[in-house]
Structure formats: structure tokens, C-alpha cells
């Protein structure tokens, strides 16, 4: 059974920047699409970037682009989001999420069975 344990979430100023981590334990993820999903209060989960197994293909949620980048060491089994100029707006519980397909991500919005969730990490962005 495959873990997700996000980490490096905290309280930034607006403008600022923020590095999250998520460690998969449990098995190796080969093949899998890996990503970043967040959620407001009193908000849907929005997709914030996906990536896929080589790291060839990503995809921004139009908020972030610009700002945010996806990257993953498979080696390692971890996978990276670097926030920068952040802004309160971004304040949210991040999740890490791996899933089968990329399309499972971007298209499927984690919903299918499959996908795998972390636990979440909180990012406050002060103003």
C-alpha cells in the first residue's frame, strides 16, 4: 500500500515563496502521474499542477502558472512543488496525489478510485 506525506507547509508573506515536498512510501510509483491538488475553505479542490512519470509532460492550473513548478526524482520516490510570489489567495490545504494515467489528474480531477491522496499539508499566505 503506497503512502503520500507531504511536507514543507507553513505561513509565508504575500510575495514570498515556499517549497513542498511529498515522500511515497510503501512501493515505487513507477508509471504514475504524480500532482498537486489544494483546497480553500468553503471551496471545491482545484488541480494545481500535474506531472507525469518522465517528467516530460505538466500541466498548471491557470492560477498558478507562472508561479509554480512542478518537478519530481523518481529515484527518490519524491515529488516538488516550488510556490513563488505567492499570494493570499493561495492559502489552501495542499494535497499530493499519484494516479495511473495523467488524464486521471487533469482531465479525471482525482476523482477515479485509483488515485492515491496524501494527507495534506496547510499553506497560509499572509497579506
Known amino acids: 500500500q503506497v503512502q503520500l506525506v507531504e511536507s514543507g507547509g507553513g505561513l509565508v508573506q504575500a510575495g514570498g515563496s515556499l517549497r513542498l515536498s511529498c515522500e511515497a512510501s510503501?512501493?515505487?510509483?513507477?508509471?504514475?502521474?504524480m500532482g498537486w491538488f489544494r483546497q480553500a475553505p468553503g471551496k471545491e479542490k482545484e488541480m494545481v499542477a500535474a506531472?507525469?512519470?518522465?517528467?516530460?509532460?505538466?500541466n498548471y492550473g491557470d492560477a498558478v502558472k507562472g508561479r509554480f513548478a512542478i518537478s519530481r526524482d523518481n529515484a527518490k520516490n519524491t515529488l516538488f512543488l516550488q510556490m513563488t510570489s505567492l499570494k493570499s489567495e493561495d492559502t489552501a490545504v495542499y494535497f499530493c496525489?499519484?494516479?495511473?494515467?495523467?488524464?486521471?489528474?487533469?482531465?479525471?480531477?482525482?476523482?477515479?478510485?485509483?488515485?492515491?491522496w496524501g494527507q495534506g499539508t496547510q499553506v497560509t499566505v499572509s497579506s
Open positions: 506531472v507525469s512519470w518522465t517528467g516530460n509532460t505538466k
Open positions: 496525489v499519484a494516479s495511473q494515467t495523467f488524464g486521471d489528474l487533469v482531465i479525471e480531477g482525482g476523482t477515479k478510485s485509483r488515485t492515491i
Open positions: 510503501g512501493r515505487t510509483l513507477e508509471n504514475y502521474s
